[in-house]
């Protein structure tokens, strides 16, 4: 299967209310379209995570930040060009996405994506992506594809073919909460 006929059926069952298993910007991910309420129940359901235990939303690029985010903070712009690493950025004000992705507090973390698979499936699906390790709450996340678990596998409705033999480690992003000011926590290095 080429990458391009891999993305272009992530994206139909992506479209379709689906499920999918895909290589990300850090570690392999469960995601759906972060506008269908569906969808996003069904990756806690497939996790056996509680819903107050939020996921985050990948974007392919800033601009779409004002689609998704109430009022950010115009300085998160010039912060997000200094950054190397994948970085996920707790915003408030959360918009556009379905109810169950967003926090109890109306926040929502978020990363833009530069890895272009990424960008690829966001941009052709002109929507959201949800991204969340893949694996069962409380397990350790797969550093790599052979490491993640039948019951994930089984429970999608899509795997991606793209980078399965890649065994390079990848971790997690940087996790910061954006304040006032641009003043920001760091919540995960």
Not at 6 to 27: F, H, K, M, Q, S
Not at 140 to 163: L, T, W
């Amino acid at each position: 299967m080429s990458l391009e006929q891999d993305i272009a059926a992530a994206v139909n069952t992506l479209r379709e209310g689906g499920i999918i298993l895909y290589p990300t910007d850090t570690i392999w991910g469960i995601g759906c379209d972060a506008t269908n309420e569906t969808a996003v129940a069904k990756i806690y359901a497939l996790k056996k995570r509680a819903e107050s235990k939020s996921m985050i939303v990948l974007l392919a690029d800033e601009r779409s930040l004002l689609q998704y985010i109430a009022a950010p903070d115009v300085q998160v712009f010039d912060f997000l060009e200094t950054v190397s690493k994948p970085t996920t950025i707790i915003y408030d004000g959360a918009i556009g996405l379905a109810d169950n992705v967003i926090n109890a507090d109306g926040s929502i973390g978020i990363r833009i994506c530069k890895d272009e698979l990424c960008k690829a499936i966001i941009k052709r699906l002109g929507k959201p992506l949800v991204s969340t390790s893949a694996n069962i709450s409380g397990q350790a996340s797969p550093a790599f594809y052979a490491e993640i678990s039948e019951d994930i596998k089984q429970g999608v409705d899509y795997i991606m073919n793209h980078r399965q033999n890649d065994t390079s480690p990848k971790l997690p992003s940087t996790i910061i909460k954006w304040g006032d000011n641009g003043v920001y926590t760091v919540i995960r290095p």
